[in-house]
Nanobody, 115 residues
Framework: QVQLVESGGGLVQPGGSLRLSCAASGLTFSIYTVGWHRQAPGKQRELVAAIIRGGSTNYADSVKGRFTISRDNAKNTLYLQMNSLKPEDTAAYYC?????????WGQGTQVTVSS
């Protein structure tokens, strides 16, 4: 049974930092491409960052230079370090593990950036 458990969301002031984690179980974590997506109220879900085959990383233009995606295959865990947070980063954040057309999603963790 595959499980993705996210943690690390919360309320933070503009300019602050958070680190999201996504702990995976029930699958061979290392063979999956991984990513973080977010969805704000009234908006479509968008890709924030991803690690693709070969270890290359992709970032949405809106988060480049502020967010860093990483993975620890020994711990079966995906991370998203978010710095210099802005109110427009407010959203529910979801981790995604993909292998071909097969995708697993986390339950989402809320990030709210507000003073």
């Amino acid at each position: 049974q595959v499980q993705l458990v996210e943690s690390g969301g919360g309320l933070v002031q503009p300019g602050g930092s958070l680190r999201l984690s996504c702990a995976a179980s029930g699958l061979t974590f290392s063979i999956y491409t991984v990513g973080w997506h977010r969805q704000a109220p009234g908006k479509q879900r968008e890709l924030v960052a991803a690690i693709i085959r070969g270890g290359s990383t992709n970032y949405a233009d809106s988060v480049k230079g502020r967010f860093t995606i990483s993975r620890d295959n020994a711990k079966n865990t995906l991370y998203l370090q978010m710095n210099s947070l802005k109110p427009e980063d407010t959203a529910a954040y979801y981790c995604d593990l993909g292998l071909g057309t097969l995708h697993y999603w986390g339950q989402g963790t809320q990030v709210t950036v507000s003073s």
